[in-house]
């Protein structure tokens, strides 16, 4: 079985045991930027992997989500950041530039935009650490957006922070999908994938320090205080935060950046045979914040 890793700093911590700890034999891990690895489930090339939220607009009939696990935040989270040289409220027709690794923060970004502030600006894709030559603002995720700047910054925008608080949802950024096609033909090994994220993040909890460590020496580049990062994130795929991703993805839907009648579906665990099972991918009622 192929199997997606987010080469990122917040993705890490499920993969921990994975890396350090026990390999699962007949799972092959395969590592690249989100947007690599959306690609390859969107073809196949990856039977089970950490995606893109955003993704589930596109494939939600094909695969099939894990109830337990995901990468969000409920407010601040330090790697999903728009740099700017100008106010946000001055982005009207301005350039601004998006990672080409990203889907789920280009979408958030242009929700916050056109809804919350009434700022429709050209959009660019730029490589992953972008310098704002040419560009009023720029989005940043991931490790580069905690590596520091290539140059002066005169506004920064965090956009879990500023999701919230125009919301007042958290920002789910990545959930993990398997390929229904997969489903029963790898059972044994998504089985045994999952029991290793659990094996990491109790790990996380038991061992924090030697986690950490291990991810510095992964990702020395890096300057951000991890511990303070991983405390800003949540790997528990809550109820709360599945109905965020809904309303996420119907907002999104609803103004045209995403397809709309998005329904998930979910993986159930009986004994080690993954069972198929649904969400209502009700729609939330309005926004809850400002």
Not at 87 to 96: C, D, G, K
Not at 209 to 221: G, N, T, W
């Amino acid at each position: 079985m192929k199997l997606g890793y987010i080469d990122y700093l917040n993705c890490y911590p499920f993969y921990y045991h994975m890396f350090e700890r026990e390999q699962i034999g007949g799972v092959q891990v395969l590592s690249g930027y989100p947007s690599d690895l959306n690609r390859a489930v969107v073809a196949g090339e990856l039977d089970m992997s950490p995606i893109s939220a955003a993704t589930c607009a596109d494939i939600h009939s094909e695969i099939a989500l894990l109830p337990d696990f995901c990468l969000s935040s409920v407010g601040y989270v330090g790697s999903v950041v728009l740099r700017c040289k100008v106010p946000i409220e001055e982005l009207h027709r301005a350039t601004v530039g998006v990672s080409g690794a990203s889907y789920t923060s280009t979408v958030l970004l242009k929700i916050i935009l056109q809804h919350y502030y009434g700022v429709e600006p050209v959009y660019r894709t730029t490589d992953p650490n972008p310098v704002l030559d040419g560009i009023d603002a720029a989005l940043v995720i991931g490790n580069e957006a905690m590596i520091a700047s290539r140059e002066p910054i005169s506004y920064s925008y965090d956009l879990g922070e500023l999701w919230l608080r125009k919301t007042g949802f958290p920002a789910v950024f990545a959930v993990f999908a398997v390929r229904e096609e997969v489903v029963e033909t790898y059972s044994s090994q998504i089985c045994r994938v999952v029991r290793s994220y659990r094996d990491s993040l109790r790990c996380l909890e038991s061992e924090k320090e030697r986690v950490i460590a291990a991810a510095r020496a992964k990702y020395p580049d890096i300057t951000y205080d991890i511990n303070a990062y991983y405390g800003s994130l949540q790997f528990e795929f809550t109820e709360e935060l599945k109905n965020a991703l809904m309303f996420y993805l119907n907002m999104a839907g609803e103004l045209g950046f995403l397809n709309v009648g998005t329904q998930l579906r979910y993986l159930r665990f009986d004994g080690d045979m993954p069972q198929l099972t649904s969400h209502p991918g009700r729609e939330t009622g309005g926004t809850r914040g400002q």
